[in-house]
């Protein structure tokens, strides 16, 4: 009995990191390369791909022998943005930040101690920055991060800061809580949040945070793009847009401002 209940454990679990994979690559994945990445056996991981597919999870194309994620796991996972009942309504404020700046927006929150993408809409450009929803990064690595720690008492951030570390993605991320809360001070000044190149070179994002009617932090706002298009002359600029949806879209939810 506790044998069968182990082997389904594991069974689950390897179903889970299968799913996790094909959600990484949109052009679809070759059960071959999905096996070396998750260690499994080729035979094992068709057998679970093949029951994933029989429950809607998984779908694969005979043509191209590709696997892509299927109809219902992204079911299950708009469940997650439509349990944040601000992730609807935040739609037309990004299209509207998109046409705007011609960038990419984003609308972000905090789970599990990591920055989450819960929505986007994609810039027009031929080369954009998209981290796509869904997409986790280290708090101190995102500009829409930034924006909702600089909310919190100092001790809050510290303390914070002592439990998840750092996590450097690029040689221009945070690796101490002197620098970050120097940046902190600067985003509460100025009333916008950036990651310059923190979590990928080459990228920059905007960030301004959204407000909840307990006036707390409910999410974030950002733009992100090229770092050639959003250059430091142009950051001043982009930052008063990304603020100003960031109120609209607060005023909006009903929500009330709170101290920075």
Request: hydrophobic share 45%; net charge neutral.
């Amino acid at each position: 009995m506790e044998q069968a209940k182990s082997e389904g454990v594991q069974s689950v679990a390897r179903a889970l990191t299968l799913l996790k994979v094909l959600a990484q690559h949109d052009e679809g994945s070759r059960v071959s390369d999905i096996a070396r990445q998750t260690g499994l056996a080729v035979s094992t991981a068709h057998r679970l791909l093949t029951t994933l597919e029989v429950a809607g999870f998984a779908q694969f194309e005979s043509d191209t022998a590709l696997w892509h994620v299927g109809r219902e796991a992204f079911a299950v996972g708009s469940a997650f943005g439509r349990r944040r009942n601000f992730v609807a309504p935040a739609l037309p404020f990004l299209r509207r930040l998109r046409d705007a700046t011609r960038e990419t927006a984003n609308l972000g929150l905090l789970d599990a101690d990591q920055l989450v993408t819960v929505s986007q809409v994609e810039s027009r450009e031929i080369m954009r920055a998209i981290s796509p929803p869904g997409g986790r990064v280290p708090v101190f690595c995102s500009g829409m991060g930034k924006a909702i720690l600089a909310t919190w008492p100092d001790a809050d951030i510290a303390a914070f800061a002592a439990r998840t570390g750092f996590h450097p993605l690029t040689s221009r991320s945070h690796r101490d809580l002197a620098t970050a809360m120097a940046e902190i001070a600067d985003i509460r000044a100025r009333g916008w949040a950036l990651d310059d190149e923190e979590h990928v070179t080459g990228l920059r994002c905007v960030a301004a945070v959204v407000w909840s009617p307990q006036g707390e932090a409910a999410c974030a706002i950002s733009v992100s793009g090229l770092a050639a298009r959003l250059t430091p002359e142009r950051l001043p600029v982009v930052g008063r847009q990304v603020m100003q949806a960031a109120r609209d879209l607060t005023e909006s939810l009903g929500g009330v401002a709170g101290p920075l």
